[in-house]
């Protein structure tokens, strides 16, 4: 089962515009990680959220963790054509050592 | 450099022959693992080992056997590989610390059954 389920499925922008994706998932969890994957590539890390922390932020990127709604948003702000990519989030569920569960990711298009 | 290598890239072979696919991290990670990625279902983690010698089923380990004999090894087999095993496969390595931290992810193995 996938613990964690991102919305929308697909996001088409603006070069310049900002881009909101949301997961959401299902148990306690010890981190939520988010990833980049460029078409048929391996997957990028870009931060993780502790489950004691509500924001991170790391360049144009802010991460926010809401535990009460189990849920996570990512901004990707000021968006470039380089940042066409499908992102996906990743939870480590507390009750399940050692599994790493994804969602089936946004796939964001950024035109110029 | 720091990464994670898997080998080989690409294969192409048919049901029922045995393969493996290997996997090699040089950056000293307890944690290793094994996703497949099929289109619409994002990553699902086949096996994973938190340490030498100790490995444990992720939600689809039917059809995968997977040996963790070194720190830097994690090969995953297919000891009879059908066609609905037709997918990409990644593997990925990070540190444990207080839970899982940052996953270090191979480029990827696509594997073709038929």
């Known amino acids: 089962s996938q613990q964690g389920e991102e919305d929308p499925q697909a996001l088409s922008i603006q070069e310049g515009e900002n881009a909101t994706m949301n997961c959401s998932y299902k148990t306690s969890i010890n981190n939520l990680q988010w990833y980049r994957q460029n078409s048929g590539r391996g997957l990028v890390h870009l931060i993780l959220i502790r489950s004691n922390e509500r924001e991170k932020h790391s360049g144009r990127l802010r991460v926010t963790l809401d535990t009460s709604k189990k849920s996570s948003s990512l901004l990707i702000t000021a968006s470039r054509a380089a940042d066409t990519a499908s992102y996906f989030c990743?939870?480590?569920?507390?009750?399940?050592?050692?599994?790493?569960?994804f969602g089936a990711g946004t796939q964001v298009v950024v035109t110029p | 450099e720091a990464q994670v290598t898997q080998n080989p890239r690409y294969l192409i072979t048919v049901t029922g022959k045995k393969l493996t696919v290997t996997c090699s991290q040089n950056m000293n990670h307890e944690y290793m693992s094994w996703y497949r990625q099929d289109p619409g279902l994002g990553l699902r983690q086949i096996y994973y080992s938190m340490n030498v010698e100790v490995t444990d089923k992720g939600d689809v380990p039917e059809g995968y056997k997977v040996s963790r004999k070194e720190k830097r090894n994690f090969p995953l087999i297919l000891e009879s590989p059908s066609p609905n095993q037709t997918s990409l496969y990644f593997c990925a390595s990070s540190f444990v610390a207080g839970g899982l931290a940052e996953q270090f992810f191979g480029p990827g193995t696509r594997l073709t059954v038929l």
């Open positions: 990743a939870t480590d569920a507390s009750d399940s050592w050692g599994k790493l569960q």
